[in-house]
């Protein structure tokens, strides 16, 4: 059974996700390295993902342990301390290839909860 709280906060981060691919899905690499905008924006979520994913209760992750919640908390930390350093190469790699599974998995577990 889905909680409240762990359930708004799936639908947070579908949310986020669907940004991410909204300003990332139909751009080139060149095209993101070359838009400041489209880098905070995709920068700015990644970050929020992070953020919610911190207030997952202990047994949720325990039980929905298909996603990688800690280095999705460890990329909000270097989002969101990185002064500068953030890799922009890696912050591409996960809008590309994390965020859709992610979106997906956090869907299918509001549906399942139904």
């Given at each position: 059974m889905l909680g409240t709280k762990e359930k708004g906060?799936?639908?947070?981060?579908?949310?986020?996700?669907?940004?991410?691919?909204?300003?990332?899905?139909?751009?080139?690499?060149?095209?993101?390295?070359k838009s400041e905008d489209v880098q905070e924006i995709v920068c700015f979520n990644?970050?929020?993902?992070?953020?919610l994913a911190k207030n997952l209760s202990i047994d949720f992750i325990l039980q929905h342990?298909?996603?990688p919640w800690n280095?999705?908390?460890?990329?909000?930390?270097?989002?969101?301390?990185?002064?500068?350093?953030?890799?922009?190469?890696?912050v591409w790699d996960?809008?590309?290839?994390?965020?859709k599974p992610l979106r997906e998995y956090c869907q299918q577990i509001v549906n399942d909860n139904k």
């Amino acid at each position: 059974m889905l909680g409240t709280k762990e359930k708004g906060i799936m639908l947070y981060i579908i949310n986020h996700c669907k940004r991410i691919e909204e300003k990332a899905f139909n751009i080139s690499k060149q095209e993101f390295d070359k838009s400041e905008d489209v880098q905070e924006i995709v920068c700015f979520n990644i970050f929020q993902i992070g953020e919610l994913a911190k207030n997952l209760s202990i047994d949720f992750i325990l039980q929905h342990s298909g996603v990688p919640w800690n280095q999705i908390k460890g990329m909000r930390n270097k989002i969101g301390h990185g002064y500068g350093t953030i890799e922009m190469d890696r912050v591409w790699d996960t809008a590309i290839n994390d965020i859709k599974p992610l979106r997906e998995y956090c869907q299918q577990i509001v549906n399942d909860n139904k």
